[in-house]
């Protein structure tokens, strides 16, 4: 199976197909992504194909150290951003508070509670949405990206550190914001 | 140390978790307008069609019935504009507002010298009158003898007719410009026979067989004048008492043979005219001065 770099030049030769085939393996990773980061069905379909038009219009070919999909995730990041400051209407949550507040006393859920996460579609995004903006961004890419945390800080341009710490944070405040007690409690029992 | 391995488990298992029941993705449509703009991205254009086969496409293709009634449309708009232009260009020199011509000045030059001409010519007139009402058979639209006789004076321009006079001097035709110039020429010859007749008939007394030839001759002269010129205003004719009076002068001076050839052809040309009578009446005239004497 091409790579994704190996697409992209087949593609640029004139093979439509490759495209289709690139599109496909991004297509819903990319999507979700956007949708975890802005919330609004609208604005990530809007910012999704925008994307993939720059990457259509764009003759360049992605610079050979850098992933097709980080340049693919940081086009649609961009975009985004550049969306939220022209409409002003975005304000993220600041992400210091809330790292000082879960960074201490976080005593993570147990096993059990692992297996019982919350599967509630609203409860997952409610429990998304109450992540800071960083951490929420290096989650989603986590998450639908697949990348790995060197990829995250190259593409948010953070150190690696910061990008982990964020990460871990993510992890555990999902982890208790997601934990169902009530299942808990059936399975302890 | 074995806290590591576990976060490492728990955190793929959360990824995993979010992986498998998170919702959404994009429409149909929206992937479709992305792989349709990809593949005409990538397509080799189309071969750009020759002129031939552009017009073709022009004159038949699809919305050709608007392109044509478009065309027709526009056609019969710029005829219908040349017509319009053509046609009120021709009527351009008729309108209050045209510059006015080089012919006007003579015009005005012309109108006192119309009426000495009136003037000098109205006891001839008179007589002409007196001559039409004492043929009583003549019944047809003959021209009064005097009217013939005398040269036709220009009337004075009435208001109605002041109009187109006026339009005319308003006119600027450039063909107009040697019109005027004949006219400024022939006004001034008119001029000069004008007050030669003046005086020919201002002196009564003096006979006619004592007129000076020239002076006939130059009356008859006029004629090849007006001809000349092609002017309506001037006299077409020398006056029928003139040239009965020449020809009773040649009778005097014994050229028969001459004045029989002008009285044939006054005769031709004034066929209901009672020449004898006219020549028998002048010859009186003649007579009466000479023996009263």
Not at chain 1, 89 to 98: I, M, P, S
Not at chain 2, 109 to 126: D, G, L
Not at chain 2, 128 to 153: H, K, L
């Amino acid at each position: 199976m091409d790579d994704d770099a190996a697409l992209l030049r087949r593609y640029r030769n004139g093979e439509a197909a490759a495209f289709t085939q690139l599109y496909e393996r991004h297509r819903l990773g990319l999507f979700r992504f956007l949708l975890g980061l802005c919330g609004d069905h609208a604005l990530a379909e809007e910012v999704f194909q925008d994307t993939w038009m720059s990457l259509i219009r764009s003759a360049s070919e992605q610079r050979e150290a850098v992933l097709f999909k980080t340049w693919l995730y940081q086009i649609a990041r961009n975009r985004l951003i550049d969306h939220w400051r022209k409409s002003g209407r975005h304000q993220g949550k600041l992400a210091e508070y809330d790292e000082v507040q879960h960074a201490s006393a976080d005593p993570g859920p147990g096993p059990e509670q692992q297996l019982l996460l919350s599967r509630d579609q609203e409860r997952l995004q409610a429990a998304l949405a109450d992540l800071p903006e960083e951490q929420r961004e290096v989650f989603l890419l986590r998450a639908h990206g697949d990348l790995e945390l060197a990829e995250i800080a190259e593409l948010t341009r953070t150190p690696a550190e910061t990008v982990k710490s964020r990460l871990r944070y993510a992890l555990n405040k999902l982890r208790r914001l997601l934990a169902d007690p009530a299942s808990a409690e059936e399975v302890s029992a | 140390m074995s806290q590591q391995p576990h976060d490492l488990q728990q955190e793929r298992e959360l990824l995993e978790h979010f992986r498998q029941h998170s919702q959404g993705e994009p429409s149909a449509a929206v992937d479709a307008l992305i792989l349709d703009a990809a593949r005409q991205a990538v397509s080799p254009p189309a071969p750009r069609p020759n002129p031939v086969q552009r017009l073709h496409a022009w004159l038949f293709g699809a919305g050709s019935r608007t392109r044509w009634s478009v065309a027709v449309a526009g056609l019969a708009v710029v005829g219908i504009g040349l017509n319009l232009a053509l046609h009120t260009r021709d009527q351009l020199p008729q309108t209050y507002d045209a510059p006015a011509p080089a012919s006007a000045p003579a015009l005005q030059e012309m109108a006192p010298v119309m009426e000495a001409r009136k003037q000098s010519a109205e006891p001839e007139y008179k007589k002409a009158e007196q001559a039409q009402r004492s043929s009583a058979g003549s019944t047809s639209f003959a021209v009064s003898p005097a009217a013939n006789a005398a040269p036709r004076p220009i009337a004075p321009p009435t208001p109605q007719a002041a109009a187109p006079v006026g339009a005319l001097a308003d006119s600027a035709a450039p063909v107009e410009a040697d019109v005027a110039r004949d006219q400024a020429q022939a006004t001034a010859m008119l001029k000069q026979k004008a007050q030669a007749a003046a005086r020919s008939s201002e002196a009564p007394e003096k006979p006619l067989a004592e007129a000076s030839p020239k002076v006939l001759q130059e009356a008859l002269n006029e004629d090849q004048l007006a001809e000349t010129l092609g002017h309506s205003a001037v006299p077409e004719a020398p006056p029928l008492e003139l040239r009965l009076r020449t020809l009773l002068q040649l009778r005097r001076e014994g050229k028969q043979a001459e004045a029989d050839r002008l009285l044939a052809a006054l005769k031709q040309e004034f066929p209901q005219r009672d020449l004898e009578s006219e020549l028998k009446r002048l010859q009186r005239e003649a007579e009466k001065p000479a023996s009263s004497r």
